[in-house]
């Protein structure tokens, strides 16, 4: 069973910067094109970003040119760089496999833009 612990969450004020991490329990994840989700207040998960076993990227419109992820597989974690941050960036942060086959769900990292 594969567990992902994601962290680096916080409260930043609009147009700062946070990195997430997301750490996996076992090296499979090497293999895996591994995604960024976010989940607000009321509204269904999200799919921000994901990354290919050979690094290629891919991001969705409202973060594109803000937002990097990239992966360390020597440490099995995968990160999530967050520039410009906005308020309707406010969500709980995951991370799983992407887009679908999806694992159980870790317990994500709160991210707050405000002022």
């Known amino acids: 069973q594969v567990q992902f612990v994601e962290s680096g969450g916080g409260l930043v004020q609009p147009g700062g910067s946070l990195r997430l991490s997301c750490a996996a329990s076992t090296n499979i994840i090497t293999f895996w094109r591994m995604g960024w989700y976010r989940q607000a207040p009321g509204l269904q998960r999200e799919w921000v970003a994901d990354?290919?076993?050979?690094?290629?990227?891919n991001y969705g419109d409202s973060v594109k040119g803000r937002f990097t992820i990239s992966r360390d597989n020597a440490k099995n974690t995968v990160y999530l760089q967050m520039n410009s941050l906005k308020p309707e960036d406010t969500a709980v942060y995951y991370c799983n496999r992407s887009p679908l086959g999806w694992l159980d769900w870790g317990r994500g990292t709160q991210v707050t833009v405000s002022s």
């Open positions: 990354i290919l076993p050979g690094g290629t990227t």
